[in-house]
């Protein structure tokens, strides 16, 4: 029987999604972040949404290759996926139009469900006792 390493798997995808989002994010900048805005806006997007896209990919695929974030990062790529297939790609076509946007949405909702796995700087950091957890523990001063 064939030895299955599931954790390795996450990595993979974290490293695919995260190294191509950061390309796309990278590219907008440095192509002029201009032309993004001109397209969105054509496409009857506000130019403003194209800062947001290019952060999000940039950022978000830096966090995603480190595993930092990786739920919330995943849910963001997602949001731009499923924008991008509901306006831009809509008309494209399965082969050589959507196809990639369908793996990475699958990607991205499978991270989501999966997290970053113990590969990932975020179980690093919480093995080092880091805690990411919000409370609501109540200050108390003394007057």
Known sequence: MM????????????????????????FKFSDGIENTVAFFETIGLSGFLAYVVGIIELAGGVLMILGLGTRIVSVLFAIILIGALLTVKRSTGMLGGYELDLALLAM??????????????WNFLKKKGWT???????????D
């Open 108 to 121: 991205s909702i499978s991270l989501m469900l999966g997290g970053g796995g113990p590969f990932s700087l």
């Open 3 to 26: 030895k299955t390493y599931p954790h390795i798997g996450l990595v993979m995808i974290r490293l695919a999604l995260g190294i191509l989002f950061f390309s796309h994010g990278f």
């Open 132 to 142: 990411f957890e919000m409370t609501d523990q109540k200050v108390e001063t003394r």
